[in-house]
T-cell receptor, first 111, second 115 residues
Framework: DAKTTQPNSMESNEEEPVHLPCNHS???????IHWYRQLPSQGPEYVIH???SNVNNRMASLAIAEDRKSSTLILHRATLRDAAVYYC????????????FGKGTTLSVSS | DTGVSQNPRHKITKRGQNVTFRCDPI?????LYWYRQTLGQGPEFLTY????????KSRLLSDRFSAERPKGSFSTLEIQRTEQGDSAMYLC?????????????FGEGSRLTVL
């Protein structure tokens, strides 16, 4: 599986936008970009995924670079409940079906 | 609540004992995954079922680990002769979409402590 690189940690203030970067320079044409987050003492939860175009849903937006070698998860207005570990994962459309998690980015949100 | 139920939520055992965890996925979801997560790390994939068939196994799944999904519904993960290194959170996830892009729904996990 192609690998991703994320900062270990980031900090944000409540009600401000947060941009979480992810580098995936070895991404292949068949890799989808998935984002999951894990709140304290809970299992991971799905946030968003995309292939080439930018994606929006009720939780976040995903901006994908034109060359697909990087992407950014955007939380438009951070809340205290957004404090979590955010994982950027590449999922190949061919081969295994499991998501392979890295260490992710720990997001802290201050009031 | 994602609809994925895991039991027990916490298990403390002595080294050498056997433990079993159960996962009840969302009823219509035919794909089921087991992961292990240690402190400060992301979840590590262990094994994958499609219906009752175990289709993928990670090399992390040693001979002491066995997983079953007998009727394609609930699943069990058994660890025999537990070791202190087995202490971790064991997470179950399921997916129902036929598409590989379908999201995974995770349970809250079963935390194992081996003394």
């Amino acid at each position: 599986d192609a690998k991703t690189t994320q900062p270990n940690s980031m900090e944000s203030n409540e009600e401000e936008p947060v941009h979480l970067p992810c580098n995936h320079s070895t991404i292949s044409g068949t890799d989808y970009i998935h984002w999951y987050r894990q709140l304290p003492s809970q299992g991971p939860e799905y946030v968003i995924h995309g292939l080439t175009s930018n994606v929006n849903n009720r939780m976040a937006s995903l901006a994908i670079a034109e060359d697909r070698k990087s992407s950014t998860l955007i939380l438009h207005r951070a809340t205290l409940r957004d404090a979590a570990v955010y994982y950027c994962i590449l999922r190949d459309t061919i081969g295994g079906t499991a998501l392979i998690f890295g260490k992710g980015t720990t997001l802290s949100v201050s009031s | 609540d994602t609809g994925v139920s895991q039991n027990p939520r916490h298990k403390i055992t002595k080294r050498g004992q056997n433990v079993t965890f159960r996962c009840d996925p969302i009823s219509e979801h035919n794909r089921l995954y087991w992961y292990r997560q240690t402190l400060g790390q992301g979840p590590e994939f262990l094994t994958y079922f499609q219906n009752e068939a175990q289709l993928e196994k990670s090399r992390l799944l040693s001979d002491r680990f066995s997983a079953e999904r007998p009727k394609g519904s609930f699943s069990t993960l058994e660890i025999q002769r537990t070791e202190q290194g087995d202490s971790a959170m064991y997470l179950c996830a399921c997916r129902g979409s036929a598409s590989y892009t379908g999201e995974l729904f995770f349970g809250e996990g079963s935390r194992l402590t081996v003394l």
